[in-house]
């Protein structure tokens, strides 16, 4: 509803060049480099989100100036920063990108530590402009009322309230990591660490994902982001001249076998239907990989090893040729921009002295890359459209590229488990330990 920037423009596209510029004059990273295919990428941008409760009474204009006056306070003149207010949801809340360097330099790091910073500030800019927040972060730092509120108004659990968050982002999302950064975007706090834990805005405690079931533990949640659109109504076939699908047949029928009589953890595939061993996550697993084993051809491990192998090598070919062709694109974008402000400037009848030297700077720029008409200005738009076209095709073949070898890593590791005998062995010693901790929970209630 309402868009201010920062030391750069509104427009996304501007604003993204002109971050882009500031971040490489200060990083020794691309602003636009694909992310690493192990581990993490750097961080080239913060985004807050900034609420506010219906009982605050804050009205969209209200909320910009708040959003406006509290990066300015909190992260300086020099920061570069796109603010937008919206209406789209019961209540008003701001969205804020903060470029990760500012014009000086100054590097901001987003941390438990900077986030109390940016609470306090928050609460202390509220204060300025007469709101009294529903934000409680004295002292220790608890978390908002509001939240909690519409919890306790729809009538969910904490755990529900989490496991409906997850369910509702996990299809949009291409990794664990994604979908922890998606939560984290929805105001929910996220440790890592042995096991993932998660606290909802309004929540006083952590709480881990595998206690929310079976379904929500770090291996259940990598299985259904993997495999949600892989395998699904292929035949398993079974081939007696490979050892590597004749494995694979055999565990999917001992883990169905398990499944039916109960013995077993039950994790569900869909969690809208009953458990059932045509709705089991572990089964649904080992047959999406028996699938992709059938549909790829993979007749040995030693051969998907070989696959994994150039996977890694193409990725890294396709992650330079992108970096390549954004370079290329970015310069014809901002020599097309230069080549229209000239051709507008040339047809005005009178020029200020700033609308001359820039026209000067334009023609010096267009002369250098042989623009001499509106005709090849036309020619450059043609090209910036196909070469954007060009790097999209290119993006999604790299995210194909990935998902397989995400899916090629995760079906080595299960097959050295079934190869070793311990796949039904860690099936049957989860349901043994979850017995006993059932008899123990019983015991303690009596």
């Excluded at 402009?129 to 108004?153: D, I, P, R």
Aim: hydrophobic share 30%; aromatic share 8%; net charge positive.
């Amino acid at each position: 509803m309402l868009t201010t920037s920062i030391n750069c423009t509104t427009n996304s596209h501007d604003a993204y060049l002109q971050m882009k510029a500031v971040y490489e004059q200060f990083s020794s990273n691309k602003f636009n480099s694909p992310p690493p295919l192990e581990g993490k990428g750097t961080v080239k941008a913060i985004h807050y989100i900034m609420s506010f409760a219906d009982k605050e009474n804050v009205t969209p204009e209200l909320a910009h100036k708040i959003a406006k006056a509290f990066v300015r306070k909190t992260f300086g003149e020099d920061v570069q920063a796109v603010i937008a207010t919206h209406v789209d949801k019961s209540h008003i809340h701001n969205h804020i990108i903060l470029n990760s360097y500012d014009l000086s330099g100054k590097k901001f790091y987003d941390n438990k530590s900077s986030l109390k910073n940016v609470r306090e500030s928050t609460n202390g800019i509220c204060k300025a402009f007469g709101v009294t927040s529903a934000l409680n972060f004295e002292g220790k730092g608890k978390s908002m009322q509001y939240n909690e509120w519409e919890h306790k108004k729809n009538g969910t659990s904490w755990k529900q309230h989490i496991r409906d968050e997850i369910d509702s982002l996990i299809g949009s999302v291409d990794s664990l990591d994604e979908l922890l950064q998606a939560l984290e975007e929805c105001g929910y706090e996220i440790k890592r660490g042995k096991y993932i834990s998660v606290k909802a805005p309004g929540q006083q405690r952590f709480i881990r994902t595998k206690t929310l079931g079976e379904e929500y533990t770090e291996d259940s949640l990598n299985t259904r982001i993997l495999y949600r659109e892989v395998g699904t109504g292929s035949t398993p076939i079974q081939d007696s001249k490979s050892q590597l699908r004749a494995a694979y047949v055999d565990v999917i029928g001992d883990v169905r076998i398990l499944a039916e009589h109960h013995k077993k953890v039950q994790r569900k595939k869909d969690n809208a239907l009953p458990y059932s061993a045509d709705n089991d996550l572990d089964i649904y697993k080992l047959s999406a990989q028996l699938s992709i084993i059938n549909r790829d051809n993979i007749n040995s491990i030693g051969e998907l090893e070989g696959k994994i192998s150039r996977l890694r090598s193409e990725y890294e070919k396709q992650r330079q040729a992108i970096n390549y062709y954004i370079e290329q694109y970015n310069r014809m974008v901002s020599l097309l921009e230069q080549a229209q402000e000239y051709f507008v400037l040339s047809s005005k009848a009178e020029l200020t002295s700033s609308e001359k030297l820039k026209m000067t700077i334009c023609k010096q720029l267009m002369e250098s890359n042989d623009v001499k008409s509106p005709a090849d200005v036309d020619s450059l738009r043609e090209r910036v459209t196909n070469l954007d076209k060009k790097i999209s095709a290119l993006k999604d073949k790299l995210e194909g590229c990935k998902n397989r070898f995400d899916v090629y890593s995760d079906i080595t590791k299960t097959y050295a488990e079934i190869s070793k005998g311990d796949y039904i062995g860690r099936l049957v010693e989860e349901e043994k330990q979850r017995k006993e901790r059932e008899v123990k929970k019983r015991k303690k209630k009596l």
